[in-house]
């Protein structure tokens, strides 16, 4: 497969987002999306890149830039990475995360992080594989 190319997400984008978003276990309807997707875009420290191959979207990630309390400057954070499962273990995730720490860097950010749920063994490979170190566990509360 040649590498899918790799561009800032639209808000044309949100039916395909939403399948992702559910292959990822969080179902949502295009209508939620697209209403998410306007607040995100909107947000310049906040990005969701799409991999796109053959015209069609087969994988996102989005990230923010902040703030933190623990560290100088500013941190990257990963809010989300899928490929769809008829692409996965060819590149694309790895493409992804290439063009999200490098629009981080460009940003001053020195740090990414991210979460992943303890279900994902396979996501926790991946990471680490690229260079993520386990750090810590996530809690989480709905309120």
Known sequence: MAPPSIRPAVLDDSAAIAGLVAQLGYPTTVSEMKTRLESLLADPEYVTFVAESSGRIIGLIGAYLSPA???NGVH???TG???DEAHRGDGVGKALLD???SWLRERGAAMVTLTSGKQRAEAHKFYRHLGYDETGLRFAKKL
Do not use: K
């Open 99 to 101: 063009r999200i720490e």
């Open 69 to 71: 309390l623990e560290y």
């Open 81 to 83: 990475l899928v490929v």
């Open 76 to 78: 990257g954070r990963l």
